[in-house]
C-alpha cells in the first residue's frame, strides 16, 4: 500500500479519507465483484483503492500527482492512468462502466457535467462530495438547492444521497461536511438544450417570460410566471423540445 507520508497538496484539493468505518460503508455501497469495469477518481493514498480491489481483483485509476500515481503503480491489479479527470476520455473504457471516487471539491461540479456526458456507457457512479453539492444534486424543483446541476443530472440520472461524512474523516479535515452519493443512469434520459438551462438559471428569480425571452411557452404548455425553479427535468426536455429560440 502507498504510505500516509504525503503532504496534501492544497491546489490538487487533496483531502485524504482515512476513516476505516466511512470507507467500509463505501465500498459495501459501490459492492464490486470480480468482472466489473471499475474507476476510481483520484485514489490519493489509496485507502479507498484497496478495499476496493480486493473484492474486485482489477482497477483502474485516474491520478492527477505524480507521486501518488508513482506509489499506486506498485499495487497488483491496479491501472493507473496520470492525468486530470475533467480532460480523461472516459469512452476509452466498455460499457457498463463504474466510477467511484472521493471527487476534489474544487472541480466536483465540472468534474459532474464531464462525466454526464458518458451516461449511456455507465452502470453507476458513487462518489463523495462536498454535502452542498450533494443536496443541489438531489434537489426537488421548487426548493432552494435546486438548480442547472440538479437538472442537468437529473435528466440523466436517478440519484441518493446515501450517508453523510463528518470533517473528521478526512486528512487535513476540509471545511465542509461532506456526503456520498449514488448516481443510476436513467433507462430514458432527457434531451435538454444546454444553453436554455444556462440562461434560465442565470436569471432564476425572474419569471420565464422574463428570464428566456422569445421562447413559445404555451407550445410547450408551461406557464411563462414560473420562475425557473419551478420547472422540472420533463418541463425542461419538452420546452427544449417544443419552444423556437
Known amino acids: 500500500m502507498p504510505s500516509s507520508s504525503h503532504r496534501p497538496r492544497k491546489r490538487f484539493g487533496q483531502h485524504f479519507l482515512h476513516d476505516p468505518r466511512v470507507l467500509a460503508r463505501i465500498v459495501d455501497a459501490v459492492a464490486p465483484a470480480p468482472g466489473d469495469i471499475l474507476v476510481e477518481i483520484g ?135 461532506s456526503a456520498v452519493v449514488r448516481l443510476v443512469p436513467l433507462e430514458k434520459r432527457l434531451n435538454i438544450d444546454e444553453d436554455l438551462l444556462r440562461r434560465a438559471f442565470s436569471a432564476r428569480r425572474k419569471q420565464l417570460r422574463n428570464a428566456l425571452p422569445g421562447l413559445d411557452f404555451a407550445r410547450a404548455g408551461i406557464d411563462p410566471a414560473l420562475r425557473p425553479e419551478n420547472l422540472s427535468p420533463d418541463d425542461y426536455a419538452r420546452l427544449s423540445m417544443n419552444s423556437i429560440l
Open 43 to 177: 485514489p490519493g493514498e489509496g485507502a479507498l483503492t484497496a478495499p476496493l480491489l480486493q473484492r474486485a481483483g482489477k482497477l483502474e485509476v485516474i491520478e492527477l500527482d505524480r507521486d501518488l500515481a508513482r506509489r499506486l503503480r506498485e499495487l497488483p491489479g491496479v491501472t493507473v492512468h496520470e492525468g486530470d479527470a475533467l480532460e480523461f476520455d472516459f469512452a476509452r473504457f466498455p460499457a457498463g462502466l463504474r466510477l467511484v471516487g472521493n471527487l476534489p471539491y474544487n472541480i466536483s461540479t465540472p468534474l459532474l457535467f464531464h462525466v454526464a456526458r458518458y451516461a449511456e456507457r455507465v452502470r453507476d457512479m458513487h462518489f463523495m462530495l462536498q454535502l452542498e453539492v450533494v443536496e443541489r444534486m438531489v434537489a426537488a424543483h421548487s426548493t432552494p438547492a435546486y438548480g442547472r446541476l440538479s437538472v442537468a443530472l437529473q435528466a440523466h440520472f436517478r440519484m441518493e444521497k446515501l450517508f453523510n461524512v463528518s470533517k473528521g474523516a478526512f486528512r487535513p479535515p476540509p471545511k465542509v461536511e
